[in-house]
C-alpha cells in the first residue's frame, strides 16, 4: 500500500507531513472509522516516519485510518523534545479538525508510536500546555488510547535522556503527569532494553492501575531497544501487532480477530 502524503503544519523552512495509510477507495462514502496516529523513534533528533508503515499498512488493513507522523527533530530542524510535543499536538489535531474530509470519527482518534516517538504520543494525552503559539486549542489533541512501543515514559530517569531537556525533564514526564484521565494504554517492551529501562514502563503501568487507568504492559524476553520493529524480528513483529490489535479491539475500536 502507497501512503498518501499530506501537509499537517508549515514550520520554518519546511512542512511537516502525514504519511497516510487508509484502504478505502472513498473515504468519505461510507461511515468515518477511527483513527491512529504514529510516530516514529529517533531519540528526538532524528526521524523516519518509514519506520513504523508496516503497522500502518496493517491497521489500514484492519479498517482504520492510519497515518506516520513528521516531526520537527534536533537533526534537521535545531530543535528540542519540547517542539516534538508541539508537532505530535499539531498532527492530532490537524486529523480530528480535518476528520469529516479525512472520512475519521473525531471521537475514536489513538495514538501511538516507539520509543520518542512513544514519548510523543504519550504527551498529547496527558501533558498540558507546550501548544504551537496560535494553534486552536479548542480542538483536542487528546487520542482516546495508547499504543507503546519502548516508550520514553520517565524523563528524569537516566543522564542520557535527560541531557535533551536541559534541566526542563520533568514538564514533559509523562510518568509524572499520568492520572486518572490517561487513556486506555498498551506498552511493549524489551527487558533487556539498555536505552529505555524496562523499569520504567512498569512504573507507568503502576501508576496508571493506581488511578483506575486501563494500561496493560507485555513484556518480551531478553529483547532490547527497537525490538517490535518490522525488520528486527518478523515473529516478535507481528506479536506486537497481534496484542496491539487485540486491545483495541477490546476497546471496541476494532472488530473481529487479528489478521497477520
Not at 490517561?182 to 523499569?199: A, K, L, M, S
Request: one cysteine or more; hydrophobic letters at 40%.
Amino acid at each position: 500500500m502507497t501512503p498518501k502524503k499530506i501537509a499537517y503544519k508549515p514550520v520554518e523552512g519546511d512542512t511537516l507531513h502525514l504519511y497516510v495509510f487508509d484502504a478505502r477507495a472513498d473515504a468519505t462514502a461510507g461511515p468515518a472509522v477511527p483513527a491512529i496516529v504514529f510516530f516514529c523513534g529517533g531519540g528526538w533528533t532524528a526521524r523516519k516516519p518509514e519506520q513504523l508503515f508496516p503497522h500502518c499498512e496493517y491497521f489500514a488493513s484492519r479498517g482504520l485510518f492510519a497515518a506516520s507522523v513528521e516531526y520537527r527533530v534536533a537533526d534537521l530542524h535545531g530543535t528540542s523534545p519540547f517542539e516534538c510535543v508541539a508537532d505530535g499536538k499539531s498532527a492530532m489535531r490537524f486529523v480530528r479538525a480535518h476528520a469529516a474530509e479525512l472520512g475519521v470519527d473525531p471521537a475514536r482518534i489513538l495514538a501511538g508510536g516507539g520509543s520518542a516517538g512513544g514519548h510523543v504520543a504519550a504527551c498529547t494525552a496527558v501533558i498540558e500546555g507546550f501548544d504551537e503559539p496560535g494553534e486552536d486549542t479548542s480542538v483536542s489533541a487528546r487520542p482516546e488510547a495508547l499504543v507503546l512501543f519502548n516508550p520514553a515514559l520517565d524523563t528524569t530517569r537516566s543522564d542520557s535522556i535527560r541531557k535533551f531537556f536541559k534541566g526542563r525533564e520533568r514538564e514533559v514526564s509523562p510518568l509524572h503527569h499520568a492520572d486518572a484521565q490517561t487513556p486506555p494504554t498498551i506498552i511493549h517492551h524489551g527487558t533487556n532494553d539498555q536505552i529505555v529501562p524496562v523499569e520504567t514502563a512498569r512504573a507507568f503501568r503502576d501508576r496508571a492501575v493506581e488511578t483506575g487507568v486501563r494500561c496493560e504492559l507485555v513484556l518480551y524476553e531478553g529483547q532490547g531497544h527497537g525490538f517490535y520493529h518490522y525488520g528486527h524480528d518478523i515473529e516478535i513483529y507481528k506479536e506486537t501487532v497481534r496484542a496491539s490489535d487485540r486491545f483495541l479491539a477490546e476497546l471496541g475500536f476494532l472488530d473481529g480477530e487479528p489478521t497477520i
